[in-house]
């Protein structure tokens, strides 16, 4: 059984966040703006249905999805674009595979104890982000 990952948590740590913008064609401006940000993560679990909330001083962004079933992502307030979406298991990690405009795009999050990772693709740029369970 997947571990179910519901909680708030805060940015500890961060790689490669402007190389992971730049393979989505995200401007030099607004690249420097969002590597200064310190997102929360909200995560609630409910059964095979997630809502995954990041939240930030700039703006929000909030994922509502049935493990499993793919469903259009509306990618607008991140790169303006839109995706066919798909979150699944594989093991222990909840994948996703965005499939568009951007080869090997998606990501993937799995805990280990209190702490929750996220490793975001696209293109041939990797960004690993490092999130301590708050609540």
């Not at 690249?31 to 609630?44: A, M, N």
């Not at 095979?48 to 929000?60: K, Y």
């Not at 793919?70 to 965005?98: A, M």
């Amino acid at each position: 059984m997947p571990p179910n990952l519901t909680g708030r948590y805060r940015l500890v740590s961060q790689e490669n966040m402007d190389g992971y913008l730049r393979a989505l064609d995200i401007n030099v401006v607004l690249r420097k703006l969002v590597c200064l940000l310190k997102p929360d993560k909200e995560i609630i679990h409910t059964g095979d249905h997630m809502i995954i909330r990041t939240i930030t001083s700039l703006r929000d962004y909030v994922m509502d999805f049935d493990v499993g079933v793919q469903f259009e992502e509306d990618l607008g307030p991140v790169d303006g674009r839109k995706c066919q979406t798909t979150v699944s298991w594989d093991g222990d990690q909840l994948v996703c595979e965005q499939l568009g405009e951007k080869r090997n795009r998606g990501w993937r999050h799995w805990l280990e104890g209190d702490l929750l990772h996220l490793r975001m693709t696209a293109e041939d740029e990797v960004c690993v982000q490092v999130f301590q369970k708050v609540k």
